[in-house]
């Protein structure tokens, strides 16, 4: 277990991958949004499972270490109920990049509340991952149609709640023996919203019928994969320093997804994008050695 702490990098790049994988075929479903979200809740269930065997099911009960660790999972699952009400009143690519710059929020309160440092090679790295966020987050279409300008109040909130939850992550490790509790508690709180999804989708006239059995199967299997980027994101900010990993694990996981595409799909990465995987790999170098 000693030399865990020295593995944070192999964590985030395992989160990478696995996000990366996942934000590639995620999208490849006809499901209702909030439906998605119920799978995506119940696909942590398999890795929280893990977690428990892996702590002997000895999983810390104290009510600080509860609090914040329920804190992080409700923050990341809130963020993503409130992101699909952002996304009911404008396109994907105007709400995007607004909540892809989260991780500012994370360095911030890194730096002001945890006292994290880098060393000036750390700052370039932490700079070219913003880099490599924008240069994914910009749109590659100007197609679609704004019906309100509620949608900023609603991708603002999103944007805040995932800025603040790799914080909070940090401080629950902080306060936990293990890393494997706060997943639990992450997957748990995940489970808690699933009626609140239920009802979203209720309201929107969002209905499952028994023909979708077969894409939840599919559906399932893909966020498993976020499940485990998930995981293995909780042991990487439990070794490692938030502000690095919190902009890292973002900017490189859409590397791996226009990997994928470029493979699949025959899809021409744009300049902006290029420029990104330049940004991105560059990033990872340096931090390999922090």
Same mark, same amino acid.
């Given at each position: ?12 790049? +395992?989160?990478?991958?696995?996000? %990366?994988?996942? %934000? ?9 949004? !909030? ?11 398999? *890795? ?38 952002? #996304? ?7 709400? /995007? ?6 991780? +500012?929020?994370?360095?911030? #309160? ?14 370039? %790295? ?34 805040? *709640?995932? %800025?603040?939850?790799?914080?909070? /992550? ?17 997957? #748990? ?8 999804? #239920? +009802? ?16 939840? !199967? ?51 990465? !744009?300049?902006?994008?290029? +420029? ?15």
């Amino acid at each position: 277990m000693e030399n865990k702490k020295h593995n944070w990098l192999l964590y985030a790049i +395992i989160t990478m991958v696995t996000w %990366g994988i996942w %934000g590639a075929f995620s999208d490849q479903t006809t499901l209702p949004k !909030t439906m998605v979200y119920v799978v995506w809740a119940l696909s942590m269930v398999p *890795c929280a499972l893990v977690a428990l065997v892996n702590i002997r099911f000895k999983w810390d009960v104290r009510p600080k270490a509860a609090l914040l660790s329920m804190g992080v999972g409700l923050l990341g699952a809130g963020g993503q109920l409130v992101l699909f009400l952002a #996304l009911d009143y404008a396109p994907a690519y105007l709400v /995007m990049p607004m909540i892809s710059v989260a991780p +500012i929020v994370t360095v911030l #309160l890194s730096a002001t509340f945890l006292k994290e440092k880098v060393s000036r090679l750390g700052i370039v %790295g932490i700079v070219l991952a913003f880099v490599a966020l924008v240069c994914f987050a910009l749109p590659d279409n100007t197609d679609g149609a704004v019906s309100s300008w509620v949608w900023i109040v609603y991708a603002s909130v999103v944007f805040i *709640c995932w %800025g603040v939850q790799a914080f909070v /992550m940090k401080l629950a490790n902080n306060n936990t023996p293990d890393a494997e509790s706060v997943f639990v508690y992450m997957a #748990l709180s995940a489970v808690v919203l699933i009626p609140v999804a #239920l +009802i979203m989708g209720k309201n929107s006239g969002e209905a499952i019928t028994a023909e979708a059995w077969p894409e939840l !199967t599919k559906v399932f299997f893909v966020q498993i994969l976020n499940a485990i980027g998930a995981f293995t994101l909780v042991y990487a900010n439990r070794y490692g320093k938030a502000m690095v990993i919190a902009p890292l694990a973002d900017a490189c996981a859409p590397v791996i997804m226009c990997v994928i595409s470029l493979i699949l799909y025959a899809a021409v990465p !744009t300049v902006p994008q290029c +420029i990104g995987i330049v940004a991105a790999i560059s990033c990872v170098l340096i931090f390999s050695r922090e």
